[in-house]
């Protein structure tokens, strides 16, 4: 599925199910990049703009795909 453009907000409500579509900070300034949401569908972003959590970036008749932000775990023996 390929997202161009910022569809809308979490943040204001939607009525259909939403799946999250995982970033980590330093992902939300990629310009061109391909995500698998939680639901296994690819998402090929072509975006020229910065996201944030709770942008809407796809849609289907049932769906839509959200920003989500994760932090990563930090393994044991790691630096930092």
Request: hydrophobic residues 30%.
């Amino acid at each position: 599925m390929k997202c161009e453009r910022i569809i809308g907000t979490t943040h204001h409500g939607t009525y259909k199910k939403v799946i999250d579509v995982l970033f980590t900070r330093d992902e939300l300034t990629v310009r061109n990049c391909r995500k698998i949401a939680r639901d296994g569908i690819e998402l090929e972003i072509d975006l020229y703009e910065d996201l944030q959590e709770g942008d809407i970036i796809a849609e289907t008749d049932k769906y839509v795909y959200a920003v989500k932000i994760y932090v990563p775990k930090k393994k044991p023996g790691d630096p930092g």
